[in-house]
């Protein structure tokens, strides 16, 4: 018989989030899943399914997240598993962007994902057993699209908080997995998934200018299925043995092995001279 899993799923009012949810309800389990605003209308969008609560708050408020967690603790007694899917992308140049604009994006993406898991691991600590999942992107594999590179940036801190966190709690019986779709079929390029900044520089047009006037055209072209992606995630949680980083898609696979590669190449081509750098060790022949 089936281990009935409590799932906590951050920005599940639609996205992956939402896919995610309605798969986990399907599997048999229970689900927490969170929102900002509008509870009553996910609850109608998951049927008032009896396994489901819905709680509001945002990721940036440590206040509610803590007291969304004490919510889920008391409605089911157990997390089992954590993904960290709140988020949304910034198309700007570097430049371009505000301090205010790209710390807003710093507070979701990363530090957003961290007040999560920090409320959540008492509890995981406490079973001795937990999941969790954070949601990469591609681009945590490297900035390969224009305009997207602070976005980029903060995918690239979801892979090294994974990474340190699997050394911290995996020999408490706690796994953890930065899984980084490509591009899917969500309504990330829809207009309200993502924002541009308000400052736009000419300097720029031939390049990030053309993203913000091709993103639009993108939306509803992407190759990969959310609900297909949603499934993953759930063989994901049911994995004795997960990985820590899951590329999901053709091109999420082909952007992980192509940044090997080009690093691979990179330390090659300066390895003579990067290794050089050590102290010469008196009485060595080439002291």
Request: cysteine-free; aromatic content about 6%.
């Amino acid at each position: 018989m089936k281990n009935q899993k409590v799932w906590f799923i951050t920005g599940a009012s639609r996205g992956f989030g939402l896919d995610i949810a309605k798969a986990a309800l399907a599997d048999g389990d229970k689900v927490v899943a969170t929102v900002r605003s509008k509870p009553d209308q996910l609850e109608a969008t998951l049927a008032h399914h009896n396994d489901l609560l819905v709680v509001v708050l945002d990721v940036t408020n440590e206040e509610q997240v803590k007291d969304g967690v004490k919510q889920a603790i008391a409605k089911f007694g157990r997390i089992d598993v954590l993904v960290n899917n709140a988020g949304y992308g910034l198309l700007a140049a570097t430049e371009e962007a505000t301090d205010a604009e790209v710390r807003k994006q710093y507070d979701t993406n990363v530090f957003g994902l961290l007040n999560v898991t920090r409320a959540i691991l008492p509890h995981m600590r406490g079973q001795k057993s937990g999941r969790i999942i954070n949601v990469s992107s591609l681009f945590g594999y490297g900035a390969s699209v224009v305009g997207f590179g602070l976005y980029a940036s903060t995918k690239f801190a979801v892979e090294g908080i994974t990474e340190g966190l699997v050394l911290e709690v995996n020999p408490l019986g706690i796994h953890v997995t930065a899984v980084a779709p490509g591009l899917f079929s969500t309504d990330f390029l829809a207009g309200d998934s993502y924002v541009t900044s308000k400052n736009v520089l000419d300097a720029y047009a031939g390049s990030v200018g053309q993203m913000r006037a091709a993103a639009g055209q993108i939306h509803g072209n992407q190759p990969g299925d959310p609900a297909k992606l949603a499934q993953v995630v759930i063989k994901l949680a049911n994995t004795e043995n997960p990985p820590v980083h899951l590329p999901v898609g053709k091109d999420s696979v082909a952007a992980f092995r192509n940044k090997m590669a080009k690093a691979e190449k990179e330390v090659t081509a300066w390895e003579e001279i990067s290794s050089s750098t050590d102290h010469i060790k008196v009485g060595s022949v080439n002291a």
